[in-house]
């Protein structure tokens, strides 16, 4: 009862606003607005903090037997067993980290194309960004064959039964976004693994924009391998691969001979950014702080999961809330404005399948020029293609590129209003 009752009322997190310094800053009289952050979020004083003891108390190299290097264990273990906890993870050695995503991506790709060969097959997606399909096109190097999922171009929606019909007997591996860093659309990975798996495929999920939005729970996913990088989720730079321990076991790392053949290590090729975990680490209790004070309002959906994953779960929960509030008035103001045309799921009504992330065109001033227009103003977005390529060529955007507009839980309706109105004065 409590929890339907309030479920209705809708949320402000303008206080979590607080944490994050660079929030407060300004260009001139105006605050700076940040509508980046598909391309890298802000960071609450504790991840910075966290950085700078590391740096200042703890630093050393792993694994001896002196204080420093000892302290240094014990942040590394601490934020694996954080990352296993967001992604609601078996257990923290099946966490690697790495520089990014992408080098993640490239590391795994190699070590999986040695068991592929002609006749073999990888289903990719024209949603993704290029980190979750040059990795897989590379490997026709080796003879396999890369089939392409279209898209609905006119919501940017994933097309699932031609991906049905593209997966058979000779795929190996699905690769699949979560969620687009370009249109915002969140994929239904469920579907996806259940087609994959009727083949014996393995399933690969690119979670870089879903794990700042939405929960994202590798169990309930069912999928084999996922990456994400923190500094999309107000964390340092530092990318993050979750597989099945059978399979990262089981699967040969390109690594040097003295190093472990134990999980995690095995994967975290030469010293790994140790300051970065440390960040990590805050970025993660952040968000748990943000959830264990929103309990109460999702107390229906938390299960019986421990604390700090109940704690996580009931943070994306919220933000997702919160966020899908700012995309309904975002899309109301954007149906206000004809002279911009969105590219991407568009009806208020359908908000819980996109992440708050926004592609507008304009067909007299170019993306770049809106970007910049708005830059003058103290609003950070980002133009081009943001590596987001088969989409932009599928959608015949490639030359000009698509202004992008992307929130998060920070961000407000006021600063929203600001983005269109200035967008209006522009365009009309
Ligand atoms: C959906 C998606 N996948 C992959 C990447 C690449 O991530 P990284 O910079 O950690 O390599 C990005 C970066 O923008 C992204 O948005």
């Not at 994202?216 to 990318?239: I, M, R």
């Not at 045309?341 to 809106?370: C, M, S, W």
Request: hydrophobic share 40%; aromatic share 6%; net charge negative.
């Amino acid at each position: 009862m409590r929890g339907s009752i309030l479920t209705h009322a809708p949320l402000d997190l303008s206080g979590y606003r607080a944490h994050f310094p660079a929030l407060q800053m300004s260009i001139g009289e105006r605050p700076q607005i940040f509508f980046d952050n598909p391309g890298g979020t802000q960071v609450p004083q504790s991840v910075a903090d966290a950085m700078s003891s590391y740096l200042l108390t703890a630093n050393a190299n792993i694994h001896g037997a002196f204080a420093t290097s000892q302290r240094t264990d014990q942040i590394i273990s601490q934020a694996h067993t954080a990352m296993a906890d967001l992604l609601n993870a078996p257990e923290p050695g099946e966490i690697i980290f790495g520089q990014n995503m992408t080098s993640l991506t490239f590391a795994l790709s190699r070590s999986l194309g040695r068991e592929l060969g002609a006749g073999d097959e990888i289903v990719v997606t024209r949603l993704d960004h290029d980190g979750n399909i040059a990795p897989w096109l590379q490997l026709q190097e080796r003879g396999v064959t890369i089939r392409w999922t279209d898209i609905d171009s006119e919501d940017c929606t994933l097309d699932y039964d031609h991906m049905g019909s593209l997966i058979g007997p000779r795929t190996k591996l699905v690769a699949v976004g979560m969620a687009s860093n370009a249109v915002g659309t969140i994929n239904d990975i469920r579907p996806v693994v259940a087609m994959a798996r009727s083949v014996g495929a393995l399933v690969f999920v690119d979670a870089v924009q879903a794990v700042p939005h939405i929960p994202v729970d590798v169990q309930a996913l069912g999928c084999d391998f996922l990456v994400c990088s923190a500094y999309k989720f107000f964390g340092p730079h530092q990318g993050i691969l979750w597989g099945k321990r059978a399979l990262l076991e089981q699967l040969h790392a390109y690594k040097v001979r003295p190093a472990s053949d134990e999980l995690p290590g095995k994967w975290e090729t030469g010293t790994q950014s140790h300051e970065g975990q440390a960040g990590t680490l805050a970025a993660v209790t952040y968000l748990q702080q943000l959830g264990r004070e929103q309990l109460d309002r999702y107390m229906d959906d938390l299960g019986s999961l421990s604390d700090r994953r109940r704690d996580l779960r009931a943070a994306m929960l919220t933000i997702r809330e919160y966020e899908q509030q700012l995309s309904r008035h975002m899309l109301q103001r954007l149906k206000q404005l004809p002279s911009l045309r969105l590219y991407g799921i568009g009806d208020p009504e359908r908000v819980a399948e996109r992440v708050p992330t926004f592609a507008v065109v304009n067909q007299h001033a170019n993306a770049r020029k809106l970007a910049q227009l708005l830059a003058d103003h103290g609003i950070a977005t980002w133009s081009g293609n943001y590596y987001a390529l088969a989409l932009v060529e599928r959608l015949g955007q490639a030359e000009e590129g698509m202004l992008r507009i992307g929130l998060a839980h920070y961000n407000t309706e006021e600063e929203i209003d600001r983005c269109c109105d200035l967008l209006e004065q522009a365009t009309s």
